[in-house]
């Protein structure tokens, strides 16, 4: 008997336009399916591929056999294959680099995995738990909310909140009403391992259906929630960025909490938009995306206000508790027993630890100090690998970069000038916490910030043990900034409000104005009440003036009438393209060649896009790399077809290049 052969289309992980044929071995016929992951030789490497389609003819001649299925069915379903194209198209990647993204990393390891042998046993589900009552706005944004998911109708809806108002509770209802429908749930957070408190209420209040999604789980666990969201036992996904591509069916509700966070831009290529993505899956689905923020990133804000996309707010903080008085003040009027903090932070603080309540002191940037220099010859200490200082830390002892981890012993003497004026400046996390324990003994403080929280599970513990009031102080960085809802924090301490103000990025303001609102509404969250005190040497600034009254509506209109008068987002779209070299002079080339290109292409098709550059990177060499970029700014369809002709294009070699569509930030 004479056996036909069968072949198949492959797509390929890496970053090119091409599909590949092989042939399949007669052993594995009856079992391949479009969709399944595959194991082929590609040179002499084995890769990992996905199926596109089966053939009956190959034009390839004498084609390579596939060495296995790594599936019992596919895993790339109709709707995530669209979603990968798409994904493809806007964000200026192969097919094949978009698949690596939508399909989880534990799955794409070349071994075999058997669903039957992985599939944990899945608690029996329940019928969702008690919620608490809603008060009008909260049932006025879950009717609408529920009518286009019961309606099966497509949504984006943006609900601004202020901190405090309740917007976590209108999410449960959302998905309550989701479940009623009979369809499922996704809910991301920006970092969802750094939030051990949304875990528990939301499975308290869906015990038995809630996948939990976030790098730091295992990949074994991974592969389980995977399965059995597959499988239909996990109705509602709770994870960050990647859990938007969790393989549920018949999805009705995505929710994009805390949707101004930059932690939603994938950085690694491709560089999607967690945002962008949502809304294309639930318009696939006809499913409603809420996006929910106090601090709504003006984009979104401004499709709001224009009635782009559906508006609800929720104005008042629940049983009308009031928002927690601010003072912003000089940072130069220190108390007389402290070199960091200024004497209405200390007043503040004193009072709050003797009423035997708890405070937040917060500042965005770790280590001790953030510099180091001779005082002799005005050396700084750079990371010979990135162009940036190297930050002071004294437990342990160094000096470090905090992009490539380059780590350098205290140097004793100035490799210049050989002086031993050796001396650390600037204000860190581990500096502010060695003063909190010289003015306050008594207190018990405790830091959370990258440096502190490296093991698994250390974040989990601290939360509990400051919920649990054996800590009166908790200094951190921005993981303390939001999310948190402890009842006895009656003061927020901002130690340094300039820190990310005048960086060379038009998102600066909007980033200061987010960060200090969302820090500032962890105070005052009970009956206590609470204050706020920032430090800052910009009393007048505009963004200050914002957060003293708790204000959006006024650093809005204020911050998109910069962004209207120079043509930035949302008055325009903004692609970054970076060159990068192990020497300066090929990433400059590189970049020169790349403009040139631009300007033909312009000239050709009448674009009116606009070029700027090429100049050296605000952060000129990272990881060894030199760095040169372009900015094109103009229409989205233009900046597209740029970016795809850049990309085709035989730029000098040893220049790597790379093209972020729509950026988050521009360092």
Not at 62 to 73: A, F, Q, Y
Not at 89 to 101: D, H, K, M, T
Not at 428 to 444: M, N, R, S, Y
Request: glycine share 6%; aromatic share 8%.
């Amino acid at each position: 008997m004479v056996t036909e052969n069968i072949y198949a289309e492959i797509i390929l992980s890496l970053p090119i336009e091409k599909t590949f044929h092989y042939r399949i071995p007669p052993a594995l016929t009856a079992k391949a399916r479009t969709g399944m992951r595959v194991e082929v030789p590609f040179g002499p490497k084995r890769l990992t591929g996905y199926i596109l389609a089966l053939l009956s003819e190959c034009a390839v001649e004498n084609p390579r056999d596939i060495l296995s299925l790594m599936d019992d069915e596919p895993v790339v379903t109709g709707e995530l294959m669209q979603l990968a194209r798409w994904i493809s198209a806007n964000y200026v990647c192969s097919l094949g680099e978009a698949l690596g993204s939508v399909i989880p990393g534990v799955l794409r390891a070349p071994q075999k995995i058997s669903k039957r042998s992985t599939l944990a046993a899945a608690e029996p589900a329940r019928l969702p738990g008690v919620p608490f009552k809603l008060n009008s706005a909260q049932q006025e944004a879950v009717s609408n909310i529920s009518a286009s998911i019961t309606g099966k109708k497509h949504a984006v809806i943006m609900l601004y909140g202020i901190t405090g108002s309740g917007k976590t509770e209108v999410y449960l209802a959302a998905i309550a009403e989701t479940l009623k429908a009979g369809r499922t749930a996704v809910f991301l957070l920006p970092e969802i391992s750094l939030t051990p408190q949304f875990i528990t209420i939301v499975k308290n209040r869906f015990p038995g259906i809630v996948g939990i999604w976030h790098s730091k789980i295992p990949a074994g666990e991974k592969y389980k929630t995977w399965s059995r969201a597959r499988g239909g036992e996990i109705k509602i996904m709770l994870g960050a960025r990647s859990a938007v591509f969790a393989p549920l069916k018949n999805v009705g509700l995505i929710i994009v909490d805390e949707e101004h966070e930059p932690s939603y831009k994938q950085e690694q290529k491709p560089a999607y938009h967690t945002r962008e993505v949502a809304i294309e899956r639930a318009r696939l689905n006809d499913a409603v995306v809420v996006f929910g923020s106090a601090t709504p990133s003006l984009e979104m804000f401004y499709k709001a206000k224009a009635g782009e996309i559906t508006l609800l707010e929720l104005p008042q903080r629940i049983d009308n508790r009031p928002l927690p008085g601010v003072r912003i003040v000089d940072s130069s009027l220190l108390h007389r027993k402290s070199k960091i903090l200024s004497e209405a932070a200390v007043e503040a603080m004193s009072r709050v630890l003797a009423r035997r309540e708890q405070a937040i002191v917060f500042l965005n940037r770790r280590g001790f100090s953030p510099g180091v220099m001779c005082r002799q010859c005005g050396k700084v200490f750079q990371c010979p690998h990135c162009s940036v200082s190297l930050v002071y830390h004294r437990s342990p002892e160094e000096l470090r970069c905090h992009y490539c981890d380059y780590r350098l012993s205290w140097p004793g003497v100035c490799p210049g000038c050989r002086s031993r004026e050796i001396s650390a400046f600037g204000v860190g996390t581990q500096k502010v916490e060695e003063e909190l324990k010289k003015i306050f003994p008594q207190a018990k403080v405790l830091r959370l910030d990258k440096d502190t929280t490296r093991k698994a599970g250390v974040y989990e513990t601290a939360y509990r043990d400051f919920k649990d009031e054996n800590f009166d102080i908790l200094l951190g960085t921005q993981m303390v900034a939001k999310g948190f809802d402890f009842p006895r924090v009656t003061l927020v301490a901002v130690v340094d409000a300039d820190t990310a103000l005048y960086l060379p990025d038009f998102r600066a303001s909007e980033r200061t104005f987010q960060i200090l609102t969302q820090v500032s509404g962890r105070s005052g969250r009970s009956s206590l009440g609470g204050e706020v005190v920032i430090q800052t040497r910009h009393p007048e600034h505009y963004v200050l003036k914002a957060s003293l009254a708790h204000d959006y509506p006024s650093f809005y209109e204020h911050e998109i009438g910069f962004r209207r008068e120079l043509r930035y987002p949302p008055f325009t779209h903004i692609v970054n393209v970076v060159l990068r070299a192990k020497k300066e002079e090929k990433a400059k080339e590189a970049a020169e060649e790349a403009a040139e290109i631009f300007k033909a292409l312009k000239e050709e098709d009448g674009a009116s896009f606009e070029l700027l550059g090429p100049s050296q990177a605000s952060r000129a060499k990272l990881h060894g790399y030199f760095r040169w970029q372009l900015v094109l700014k103009g229409p989205r369809e233009e900046l597209l077809k740029a970016a795809r002709t850049i990309k085709d294009s035989d730029l000098p070699s040893g220049a790597i290049l790379s093209v972020d569509v729509d950026p988050q930030s521009m360092l």
